[in-house]
């Protein structure tokens, strides 16, 4: 899988977000740039691609970033202030997590440390709002092939083998609106029978076609999940 980022100015945000988490931009043309881990580092390669449209309200999808130490969220939030980040409020009160916004406006957090992501990288987990954190995770999990590693009432945790970020289901009152700003793609995985098989299974589990404006002649199937967070189904194999 990796995660599409939509942007005002593609390239200008994966550089920021480069510099943010110490990672390598990777390939770029007029359509996306992207933004990959460093050698050996596990993590989720960043797609940004550009959009026309303003983004509006809090994201459905951001990410969370890990710390080590008391010291190391300090430095974090510190450094990503440096670089163009601001202090924003999505009504989390008093937590002992920061909540930032990127120079687009993209919301993330700089977590407190916290034991359960170690291993994960700069990136602890890609954070999801969801109306039924467990349902919608009994749809990612066989779509992802990831496991499941936390199972609460408001918080469902997938991961794939011990190493990389978390795909977090939090539980959030407010439904889809509008087309998501981020995104997951998802490929077949090595040995399936293709991106038809996974967009058939993806659809009988309760998933239903999107029009975000792709056109009829690109190489990939966009879908929303069932609680209508769109996503794309790529070819080829992972």
Same mark, same amino acid.
């Given at each position: ?78 450094? &990503?202030?440096? %670089?163009?980040? *601001? =202090?924003?409020?999505? #009504?989390? @009160?008093? /937590?002992?997590?920061? +909540? ?7 919301? &993330?957090?700089? %977590?407190?440390? *916290? =034991?359960?992501?170690? #291993?994960? @990288?700069? /990136?602890?987990?890609? +954070? ?7 349902? &919608? ?17 408001? +918080? ?83």
């Amino acid at each position: 899988m990796n995660l599409v980022v939509d942007a005002a100015d593609p390239r200008l945000l994966a550089n920021w977000w480069a510099q943010a988490l110490s990672w390598r931009l990777g390939y770029a043309d007029d359509d996306e740039v992207d933004v990959d881990p460093p050698e050996g580092e596990p993590g989720l390669g960043l797609v940004f691609v550009p959009v026309d449209d303003v983004k509006t309200g809090p994201n459905r999808i951001h990410l969370d970033l890990d710390t080590s130490s008391p010291a190391e969220q300090r430095r974090t939030v510190e450094h &990503l202030l440096d %670089l163009g980040a *601001r =202090p924003a409020d999505v #009504g989390q @009160g008093e /937590v002992p997590w920061t +909540v930032l916004a990127d120079p687009e406006g993209n919301e &993330l957090c700089v %977590l407190d440390p *916290r =034991p359960e992501y170690d #291993g994960c @990288g700069s /990136v602890a987990a890609i +954070v999801c709002r969801a109306l039924d954190p467990p349902a &919608l995770a009994d749809f990612w999990a066989p779509l992802s092939g990831w496991r499941r590693v936390r199972a609460s009432p408001d +918080v469902q945790a997938l991961r794939h083998g011990g190493s990389g970020p978390h795909l977090e289901f939090v539980r959030s009152p407010h439904p889809h609106a509008g087309k998501n700003r981020w995104h997951l793609d998802v490929r077949a995985r090595r040995g399936g029978r293709g991106r038809e098989h996974v967009v058939a299974e993806a659809l009988r589990t309760g998933a239903r076609h999107a029009d975000v404006g792709q056109g009829d002649r690109v190489p990939w199937t966009v879908l929303a999940d069932p609680e209508g967070n769109e996503f794309c189904v790529l070819g080829g194999e992972v």
